[in-house]
């Protein structure tokens, strides 16, 4: 029994390091992405369009095992549709990144409204739904005033305080873990 303890405490802290290590990780990558947003956001536009044109060959590959020419068609409309996308995100990321701005707005507006319109109906803590609410409204405003210039940063900024902000509560996690 007491090597099967030793062996746990000792697997436990392994789970530790890695969760303190991950973490460190994750926050410098944020870091980095702050400093240097716009390169973040066309990596991420490259990224996006990478895995389109891999969607676009799992599509047409599964037309192949489609039962049915409808569905055959649609696999492979599916298919041409993402190759399609893709391929221009991948020939052009700069449009791609300002198309990522574009929906990043349009994501703020709707939560926004939607947080509001839950605050009014009194479900939840009105006094926070309404700020989260009203924040995302003010954050789609912002980046719809400064539009197409935000589309330059704005990507690479939210990703790296994402980023930086799993990446510090990861750490301490993993410090808390182990006391």
Do not use: C, K
């Not at 947003?37 to 990596?43: I, N």
């Not at 990224?47 to 049915?68: E, T």
């Amino acid at each position: 029994m007491a090597t099967e303890s030793s062996a746990t405490d000792s697997m436990q802290a392994q789970l530790q390091q890695g969760g303190i290590l991950g973490g460190l990780l994750l926050a410098i990558l944020g870091l980095l992405a702050l400093v240097t947003p716009f390169v973040t956001g066309l990596a991420l536009s490259i990224l996006l369009g990478a895995a389109l044109v891999v969607g676009a060959l799992v599509h047409v590959a599964a037309a192949f095992s489609a039962s049915g020419a409808r569905s055959v068609v649609w696999q492979v409309l599916l298919g041409v549709v993402y190759g399609l996308v893709g391929i221009s995100i991948l020939a052009n990321p700069l449009l791609g990144l300002t198309t990522l701005t574009v929906l990043v707005i349009a994501f703020f507006a709707v939560e926004g409204v939607v947080q509001l319109g839950w605050a009014v109906t009194g479900a939840g803590s009105r006094l926070w739904l309404g700020l989260s609410g009203a924040i995302s409204l003010l954050l789609a405003g912002m980046l719809l005033v400064g539009f197409p210039a935000t589309a330059l940063w704005a990507v690479g900024v939210l990703f790296g305080v994402d980023l930086l902000v799993t990446g510090v509560s990861m750490a301490m996690l993993g410090r808390t873990e182990g006391t």
